[in-house]
């Protein structure tokens, strides 16, 4: 059975609380289109809040560490993102990748941990502008998601798979639909050889970098797009809203 389309917000390192009318904007649009699955992902410090106030979206959390507690100042644990009210968390997002040097073990190691706190998990991946100019793009992106996935039982509801070429986040440009598609399928032919036919199948892959109102319609009816992920166009109800209509 086809998920429904969904729609995923990284609020990034924005926000505080006056933002949480955006969520509360987001929640009471969202109600009235059912048909599409809405979460955003605030900063850690609007989680709480988030989860209380827009009790129909879901709301997830943008990193979290490998381990259940201990001596790592700073961090935040999976199982205290659970209880603060997080349903998911997005892992192996390029900017951690890149600005915080973490591997794919690493990444599977937190995304091992957050499966078990009872957390679903949006695995990122995507290659750079020199790798997609090599040619490289598909093997890059195929390898890197190999190593950061982790083992699971039932994947097709706890796992989403986010494809985010890194120079279209943040930057205004959007692959072409031609390679999203080629991407995306190279991406479900992993899936469906690490999970099994019937389960990689069901695994909704989301397509991430510079989606907007004005592309999402294109984007989202794409073959093997199962969503998207949003970044800037997330901050506001309006914006963000307006590409969950499209989907
Ligand atoms: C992102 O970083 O997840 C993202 C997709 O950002 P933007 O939509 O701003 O490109």
Same mark, same amino acid.
């Given at each position: 059975? +086809?998920?429904?389309? @969904?729609?995923?917000?990284?609020?990034? =390192?924005?926000?505080?609380?006056? =933002? !949480?009318?955006?969520?509360? $904007?987001?929640?009471?649009?969202?109600?009235?289109?059912?048909?599409?699955?809405?979460?955003?992902?605030?900063? @850690?410090?609007?989680?709480?809040?988030?989860?209380?106030?827009?009790?129909?979206?879901?709301?997830?959390?943008?990193?979290?560490? /490998?381990?259940?507690?201990?001596?790592?100042?700073?961090?935040?644990? +999976?199982?205290?993102?659970?209880?603060?009210?997080?349903?998911?968390?997005?892992?192996?997002?390029?900017?951690?990748?890149?600005?915080?040097?973490?591997?794919?073990?690493?990444?599977?190691?937190?995304?091992?941990?957050?499966?078990?706190?009872?957390?679903?998990?949006?695995?990122?991946?995507?290659?750079?502008?020199?790798?997609?100019?090599?040619?490289? $793009?598909?093997?890059?992106?195929?390898?890197? !998601?190999? +190593?950061?996935? /982790?083992?699971?039982?039932? /994947?097709?509801? !706890?796992?989403?798979?986010?494809?985010?070429?890194?120079?279209?986040?943040?930057?205004?440009?959007?692959?072409?639909?031609?390679?999203?598609?080629? =991407?995306?399928?190279?991406?479900?032919?992993?899936?469906?050889?690490? @999970?099994?036919?019937?389960?990689? +199948?069901?695994?909704?892959?989301?397509?991430?970098?510079?989606?907007?109102?004005?592309?999402?319609?294109?984007?989202?009816? $794409?073959?093997?797009?199962?969503?998207?992920?949003?970044?800037?166009?997330?901050?506001?109800?309006?914006?963000?809203?307006?590409?969950?209509?499209?989907?």
């Amino acid at each position: 059975m +086809a998920l429904r389309p @969904y729609i995923v917000g990284n609020w990034k =390192m924005n926000g505080t609380r006056a =933002m !949480l009318s955006e969520a509360r $904007a987001i929640d009471r649009a969202a109600q009235r289109h059912m048909k599409v699955e809405v979460a955003i992902a605030p900063p @850690y410090t609007l989680i709480h809040a988030a989860h209380r106030e827009a009790e129909q979206i879901g709301i997830g959390a943008q990193d979290c560490h /490998p381990g259940e507690d201990g001596a790592f100042t700073g961090d935040i644990s +999976a199982p205290m993102l659970a209880d603060a009210g997080a349903k998911f968390v997005i892992l192996g997002h390029s900017e951690r990748r890149e600005c915080h040097g973490e591997s794919n073990e690493l990444v599977r190691s937190k995304a091992e941990a957050a499966l078990k706190a009872g957390m679903r998990v949006i695995m990122c991946c995507g290659e750079s502008a020199s790798t997609r100019d090599a040619g490289k $793009a598909v093997k890059f992106v195929t390898d890197q !998601l190999r +190593a950061s996935l /982790p083992e699971i039982e039932d /994947p097709d509801n !706890l796992l989403t798979v986010a494809y985010e070429p890194i120079w279209a986040i943040g930057t205004g440009n959007t692959a072409t639909v031609a390679d999203i598609e080629e =991407m995306h399928r190279a991406i479900r032919a992993l899936l469906v050889e690490l @999970y099994g036919a019937e389960k990689g +199948a069901e695994i909704r892959i989301l397509y991430g970098g510079s989606v907007k109102p004005d592309n999402a319609r294109e984007i989202l009816a $794409a073959d093997e797009v199962g969503g998207a992920l949003v970044g800037g166009a997330s901050l506001t109800a309006d914006s963000f809203m307006g590409i969950a209509l499209a989907a």
